[in-house]
Nanobody, 117 residues
Framework: QVQVVESGGGLVQPGGSLRLSCAAS????????MGWYRQAPGKQRELVAA???????NYADAVKVRCTISRDNAKNTVYLQMNSLKPEDTAVYYC???????????WGQGTQVTVSS
């Protein structure tokens, strides 16, 4: 079992920045993928960015020039630095964890990001 906890959301003005954190604990394997997803009202949950334990990253086109995902393997933690935030970035952001070789996904409770003036 893996527990996933997100933090760092909040209310920011357009153009502002936030850093989200996601900490995983429990049955963490040597190889895993952690990613940030978001879900806006009326929209399907979508990938924002992901990083493997080996450091490979992947970004959605909408955020790749504004966001950076990073990891701290010692803490089983990933961070999502979001800059130049836009109102369309408003969503609940969820962290996902999956051990490589496993089909089981673990989700956090989500953290609200609201971009509004």
């Amino acid at each position: 079992q893996v527990q996933v906890v997100e933090s760092g959301g909040g209310l920011v003005q357009p153009g502002g920045s936030l850093r989200l954190s996601c900490a995983a604990s429990g049955s963490i394997g040597s190889r895993y993928i952690m990613g940030w997803y978001r879900q806006a009202p009326g929209k399907q949950r979508e990938l924002v960015a992901a990083v493997t334990s080996g450091g490979t990253t992947n970004y959605a086109d909408a955020v790749k020039v504004r966001c950076t995902i990073s990891r701290d393997n010692a803490k089983n933690t990933v961070y999502l630095q979001m800059n130049s935030l836009k109102p369309e970035d408003t969503a609940v952001y969820y962290c996902n964890f999956r051990n490589r070789g496993s089909s089981t996904n673990y989700w956090g409770q989500g953290t609200q990001v609201t971009v509004s003036s």
